[in-house]
């Protein structure tokens, strides 16, 4: 188990976005996570990466207890996310971007760069070709200098799973990555997550386009209002009752 | 350059005053120039033309002082001094995007504590200014605690109420800054035991240390330690989701961009003999605020540029009296409307 999230509440004010969630993640599968609009699967993914503190409960990461850390120690600690409304750092260059992924795997500090020490010069050299690398691997290494905010929608897209892939994350959150994607994009991104998996990393998914869902999924968990309402393989939550309630409404019987 | 000559044209006419601004901005290039070609982490082939460029720009920056007389030469003093202060306050605003408008507070401290620390403790210039600037960054370091919880308008609210709390101390604390009369009697610095007191080492002085400043702030910005600022302006919670300790590094700027400004308040200090707390005043800080946006934000030769501009303008539009300030403004508004990111654009050209 990569993951474990016990007992999983957050509230805000009187409000549950999430009510005791509970899940295992296993090693290496991609898992995905779905659900109607304002089930609380972004605040799940906020909670993960500890944007938000969760209320109640505790994620275990590699059996550590994470529910307590900072945001930054969390990525540190090797879990890197997107987000669902892209936040790529616009008037920055895409590779500067990739490079700051690579924050917490770097250590030089202000003094050694004033000197320009050796140190710090093979430092930043090694962040500059793994940053290249990153950004060759998600198939936009030729818009290295240009600025991220000028970046078409779909590269601004792999431009934040380049970032997060800086990071060297083993479990990545990707937030709705094939939202506003038409059918050829939606493939490649497809083809990209299952490169991430091949290389040993668990991913974790929010989606509504069921057909990544369905294609990619080793396994999928279903939120509605903030609770769990069914979990298993793809062919099992397609025909899981309550999960097509929660999607289309209850059959009404005249 | 080109919007640099668009904004002093009406003004061209006006005796020589504006053929030496013009001659200015050209000798204070080679400073940027310099920047340029040693702020670099990796070096490239520097094309031989180059090199001749710049042996040829120090020329003109070493003589400055030798061919313009006394009255430019102390404003070009006077102009280095804001660069320093620029240089910090972009760290700050520029890099960070923490909108800080009490930098002057900064600057007052660091000229008044030169000031006491040489006239009090009977300590030297050079003996002082490690002190001073020690001092500025632990200042900058304590504001950070307030401001680490505020963004945008708020920060500015509480900065600018920080600037205002520093000059009134400094105003109404009689027993230790004299009040309004100030203190003067400032001395020069020593150097091998001779006063150096003139105007010209004065120039060579200021000179020396806007060149230290352009050259550390722009590494700085080219480092691990520069994007984390970056970052934190561009998006602080990706930021902090891609492993930056915001808090850290909002504390490494605020103190980072104070060191500068305390630099800038001891030079001052020193070259004025004088300091008193009218010089520190909220529209002070405006106007450093101004300097950067005119030159282009974030960006290091731009703030050199908007600083000396912004110095010199003024001077040399002397003859209107009144209606420079006026001229000013106007050209100021002229800019936001037709040229928001600066005179002088970001380069984001990759150095490898």
């Avoid at chain 1, 500890?50 to 120690?73: C, H, M, Q, V, W």
Wanted: proline share 4%; aromatic share 12%.
């Amino acid at each position: 188990m990569i993951l474990e999230v016990r007992d999983l509440t957050k509230t805000f004010g009187g409000l549950k976005a999430i009510e005791e969630v509970s899940f295992r993640v296993r090693h290496g599968i991609i898992l995905s996570i779905i659900g109607p609009n304002g089930a609380g699967k972004t605040t799940l993914f906020n909670c993960l990466t500890g944007i938000l503190p969760p209320t109640k409960g505790r994620i275990l990461f590699e059996n550590e207890d994470i529910s307590k850390k900072k945001a930054y120690e969390i990525s540190a600690g090797g879990i890197a996310r997107t987000f669902q409304n892209i936040r790529v750092f616009g008037s920055m260059s895409v590779l500067e971007n990739v490079m700051i992924g690579q924050h917490s795997r770097s250590r030089e500090g202000l003094f050694t760069a004033i000197l320009g020490t050796g140190r710090f010069i093979r430092e930043e050299d090694e962040i500059r070709s793994k940053a290249l690398e990153y950004l060759e691997f998600a198939g936009i290494r030729d818009y290295a200098d240009t600025l991220a905010e000028n970046l078409p929608y779909g590269d601004r897209k792999r431009l934040e799973i380049a970032r997060a892939l800086a990071a060297e994350p083993r479990l990545l959150l990707l937030d709705e990555p094939a939202a506003g994607m038409n059918p050829q994009e939606t493939l490649e991104l497809m083809d990209l997550i299952n490169r991430i998996r091949e290389w040993g990393k668990t991913v974790i998914i929010i989606e509504h386009d069921m057909k990544v869902v369905m294609g990619i999924s080793d396994w999928i968990i279903v939120l509605d209002h903030g609770v769990k309402i069914a979990e298993g393989t793809p062919g099992e939550i397609q025909n899981n009752p309550y999960v097509i309630e929660a999607y289309l409404g209850k059959e009404e019987v005249f | 350059m080109l919007w640099c000559a668009l904004l002093s044209m009406p003004f061209m006419g006006i005796k020589g005053g504006a053929y030496l601004f013009v001659g200015l901005c050209v000798t204070y290039s080679v400073f940027i120039l310099l920047t340029h070609t040693f702020g670099k982490i990796r070096k490239p082939v520097i094309p031989a033309n180059t090199t001749l460029l710049t042996v040829l720009l120090i020329i003109p920056a070493v003589a400055f002082p030798l061919l313009a007389g006394d009255y430019y030469t102390d404003v070009a003093v006077l102009a280095g001094i804001y660069i320093i202060l620029a240089l910090g306050v972009n760290v700050v605003i520029g890099f960070s995007g923490l909108l800080h408008l009490g930098f002057a507070a900064f600057y007052g401290l660091g000229a008044y504590s030169n000031a006491l620390l040489t006239t009090v403790f009977g300590l030297g210039f050079w003996s002082a200014l490690p002190l001073t600037l020690v001092l500025t960054s632990i200042a900058g370091f304590l504001l950070a605690f307030p401001a680490l919880r505020l963004r945008g308008d708020y920060l500015a609210i509480v900065t600018l109420g920080f600037g205002e709390i520093i000059r009134l101390v400094l105003n109404n604390w009689d027993s230790v800054t004299r009040g309004p009369n100030g203190i003067s009697n400032i001395p020069a610095p020593f150097i091998a035991g001779f006063e150096l007191g003139g105007l010209i080492f004065y120039y060579y002085l200021v000179s020396g240390f806007v060149f230290i400043a352009a050259f550390v702030v722009k590494r700085v910005h080219r480092s691990r330690t520069g994007r984390a600022w970056l970052a934190i302006r561009e998006d602080e919670t990706a930021a902090e989701a891609m492993g930056i300790n915001t808090r850290k590094y909002k504390f490494m700027a605020l103190s980072f961009g104070a060191f500068w400004a305390g630099l800038a308040g001891a030079l001052f200090a020193s070259k004025m003999h004088f300091v008193s707390p009218e010089s520190f005043t909220f529209m002070e800080s405006v106007f450093i605020v101004c300097m950067i946006i005119l030159g282009g934000i974030a960006s290091v030769p731009g703030v050199i540029f908007g600083s000396l501009i912004l110095v010199f303008l003024p001077e040399v539009l002397r003859e209107f009296q009144l209606y420079r300030m006026l001229a000013l403004g106007a050209g100021l508004v002229l800019m936001m409307i037709f040229r928001p990111e600066g005179l002088v654009k970001k380069g984001y050209k990759h150095d490898s």
